[in-house]
């Protein structure tokens, strides 16, 4: 657990070493975003299934998605990366993080190549992966800054979060005091998204995170108890999201399970279909 002030902004920073249990891994829309600083050979991510894939050297900026992200992998991977909440990447952005909303970008575009061919090399010469997370922890310390309308975001993100997206955005607004519009824009600023569009990604996904792809599910339960409206309206809404069935998405989870039991990517990330 990052220390504070990350602790506000941050899920956990991780280290990653080794062969990826698929050469293309799909990583469907989440609540949060994700900084990578990468160590190894160039991997490719494709964010949509109508772009191409572009390769990434240094590392990548992916601020909360509205649809799958695919990555490919090289043979072996070697990176450190920081899994930040959806207000997370706000204070160390240079720009809105509207600017990014599914168009990942290299970090050296964020933080400028000099800055980040210099961590690169102090991460590599870091002492293990205990040292190298440490040194990246406090060069995020170093970059944090004030961010306008943080708190107001982070609050009323909290809020979504806590009723698993199902809270009535037209009240959220009123009951942090600001106008929708105001509400909205700043949500966009800091999150990248609007607070409806970041209450549907929680409910997604914890409707995703109720599934047990070792037995049967019962769709309709599970959708009810998401808070979709019916059946159909969650097949939709998983489509959208996904460009998968819901049927289809439990196969490549059962897939997942039977190839690499155990594995520490099983329960979101997908081998590529």
Known sequence: MPRPPLDGLIDDLYYLEGAPPYARLVLPPMPGALLI?????????????DVEAAEYADGCVITTPTRAVEFGYPLRTRSVGVHFKPWGPAPFLPMPAAELRDRPVAVEQVWGRPAVAGLRDRLAAAPGPHGMLALFEEELVRRLRETAGLGLVR???????A????AAI????????????????????????????????????????????????????????????DQAHFGHEFRAFTGLTPTRYVEIRRRFLREHPGHVMDGWPLPAD
Do not use: C
């Open 163 to 166: 009723t698993g997206g199902t």
């Open 170 to 229: 037209g009240d959220l607004g009123v009951a942090a005091g600001v106008s929708s519009t105001h509400l909205a824009r700043r949500f966009k600023e800091l999150v990248g998204v609007t607070p409806k569009r970041l209450a549907r990604t929680y409910r997604f996904a914890a409707a995703v995170f109720a599934i047990n792809p070792a037995g049967p599910v019962d769709w309709g339960a599970l959708a009810g108890g998401a808070g979709y409206f």
């Open 155 to 161: 609050h009323t993100s909290g809020v979504i979060a």
């Open 37 to 49: 600083v990468n160590l190894g050979a160039p991997f490719r991510i494709r964010a949509g299934t």
